[in-house]
């Protein structure tokens, strides 16, 4: 027997069905808000994404699988992802090379399973990162982005988001606007969704993975800028456009780059967002200018 559970993500539906007696709430607790029932699914239709979940190990693959990727800058060397002539293959294997979990995924990442094969319940919790696995890539063709970036919001009326490598400060930099400006909250701390909405209206979502911060909101805000920041000993605000806007946002949107239309879907996705929304790059201190540059650099691109 089954259960199946609904939830909207970015004004995504994403049903997940699993066995009865895993509890599957107890390990995605950022997604409560996220859960829809009853009228509310009538009204949005059938699911965008599908995934089930499985207790028992990934079936074997009769061909031989093609490895693109052994590691991660997250997961290390116990990151695997490869090719079936049918689907995509993404596992975790802990130290003693036991296989913590396995998606199967269809080429388009509609449909996907997860194997939790050896995992101890202790680990059932990354079911939630396998499902931000599958959303991010399954919703490419559909105008809409998962990017690793920090976001803030006010009002709902307008939101930003901040870019950067690993250890750069979006977190930081998100914390100081919402010191020295009125009225801002966190939307995110890891992963908000960004989609384009009918007449090229571009909004950014929260979502229910936010890294290490507990910031899981469902609610959608006007995108009014994105800034990539680079550590500096001194602020300063760069407008960029055409090609280098491209350039800086590409590195932070999740998509695989092997599969051409993937890659091409999530291409014509940032040129679009692009021609709609301000971007620019910020060299920056910790401090209450760097804000002003920022905020103010983005609000002069908006008025131009």
């Known amino acids: 027997m089954e259960n199946k559970i609904f939830f ?26 996220f859960q829809i029932k009853g009228s509310e699914l009538e009204l949005i239709g059938n699911a ?14 009769a061909e031989e699988l093609k490895v693109h990727a052994e590691s991660s800058d997250t997961w290390g060397e116990g990151f695997r992802f490869e090719e079936s002539d049918l689907y995509f ?34 680990e059932y919790f990354l079911i939630s ?11 490419l063709p559909f105008d809409t982005l998962m990017i690793h970036a920090s976001a803030v919001e006010r009002g709902q009326l307008e939101g930003y988001a901040f870019l950067g490598k690993s250890g750069t400060g979006k977190s930081t930099h998100s914390q100081l606007w919402l010191k020295y400006l009125n009225n801002f909250t966190l939307l995110n701390d890891d992963n908000p969704a960004i989609r384009i909405v009918g007449d ?5 979502y929260g979502t229910p ?21 680079r550590q500096a000993q001194f602020n ?9 806007a491209f350039i800086q946002l590409l590195p932070s949107c999740s998509g695989i780059r092997w599969n051409r239309m993937l890659f091409n ?33 983005i609000k002069t691109m908006n008025n131009v």
Request: charged fraction near 20%.
């Open 8 to 33: 909207k993500i970015a004004d995504h539906l994403l049903e997940v069905n699993f066995p009865m007696e895993l509890n599957l709430n107890h390990y995605l607790p950022s997604f409560d808000s």
């Open 48 to 61: 965008i994404i599908k995934v089930n979940i499985s207790l028992s190990s990934v079936p074997s693959f």
């Open 209 to 229: 993975w936010s890294g290490k911060t507990s910031c899981y909101r469902n609610v959608r805000v006007p995108l009014k800028g994105i800034v990539r920041l």
């Open 200 to 204: 090229n209206e571009v909004y950014i």
């Open 129 to 139: 990162w396998a499902l931000m696995v599958v959303f991010g890539q399954g919703v």
């Open 89 to 122: 293959i993404t596992s975790l294997k802990n130290l003693s090379e036991n296989t913590k979990l396995t998606v199967v995924s269809s080429k388009d990442f509609r449909e996907s399973t997860i194997y939790l094969g050896d995992a101890v319940k202790e």
């Open 236 to 244: 300063k605000f760069h407008i960029k456009q055409n090609v280098d």
């Open 265 to 297: 879907n999530m291409i014509n996705t940032i040129e679009a967002i692009l021609k709609c929304i301000p971007i620019g790059v910020l060299d920056c201190q910790v401090n209450k200018q760097a804000v002003e540059f920022s905020f103010y650099g």
